[in-house]
Structures are given as C-alpha cells and as structure tokens.
Nanobody
Framework: QVQLVESGGGLVQAGGSLRLSCAASGLTFSSYAMGWFRQVPGKEREFLGAIIRSGSSTLYADSVKGRATISRDNAKNTVYLQMNSLKPEDTAVYYC??????????????????????WGQGTLVTVSS
C-alpha cells in the first residue's frame, strides 16, 4: 500500500520553528520528487516547495522562501520541511505529496490536469501569537 504519513505538527509560538516529517512507504522513494503544501480551511491548497529525487535541488514558493528548508533522506524514505520564524498566518494543515515529476508538484495547485501520484493525510500546524 502506497502511503505518505506526515508528522511533527502541533502548537508553536510565533517566531518559533518546526520540523515536519513525511514518511513514505509502498513506493520507491528515490524515484519520486517530493513536495510540501498547506491548506487553511476554506482556502485553496498552497504549494510551498519541492525537492528533486536526489535531494540536490529544491525550490520554494515566495511565501516561505528564506524561512523554509526542504530536505530528504532517501535511506529513510523521508522528506522534511523545516519552518523558521513562524507566523500566525502559517497556521494550516500541511501536506506532503509525491510524484515522479517535479513539474507536477510545482503546478499541482494551479493546473487541474496535474495531480501528484500520492498525497499524505496532513498534519496540523497552529502558530499562536
């Protein structure tokens, strides 16, 4: 069974940091680019960033650039999202997704024809002011 499971969410104070993890199973992890997204209830899902299969390159949305770092450990089948200088507006459910193609992840929230192969169930991050 192909599965992505996020963890690490919770309550954090503004200005703090959090590291989210996304553990993959049932797939050849190193064959997939990985992405991170978030969604506030009632709003559209937002792309945050992605990392290529080897982990040697990443890209980020402007909303989190400079505050977010995505990394992966292919030996552990896990991708991470480190978020620093958290703000109350970062409060959301955070999701990871997997797709063989980086482009699919990048346009997943803007192109209805681009759907990542696998989505996680999400983990809630709440940033208090």
């Amino acid at each position: 069974q192909v599965q992505l499971v996020e963890s690490g969410g919770g309550l954090v104070q503004a200005g703090g940091s959090l590291r989210l993890s996304c553990a993959a199973s049932g797939l050849t992890f190193s064959s997939y680019a990985m992405g991170w997204f978030r969604q506030v209830p009632g709003k559209e899902r937002e792309f945050l960033g992605a990392i290529i299969r080897s982990g040697s390159s990443t890209l980020y949305a402007d909303s989190v650039k400079g505050r977010a770092t995505i990394s992966r450990d292919n030996a552990k089948n896990t991708v991470y999202l480190q978020m620093n200088s958290l703000k109350p507006e970062d409060t959301a459910v955070y999701y990871c997704a997997a797709d063989p193609t980086l482009h699919t992840l990048v346009v997943a929230t803007t192109d209805k024809d681009s759907t990542p192969d696998v989505w996680g169930q999400g983990t809630l991050v709440t940033v208090s002011s």
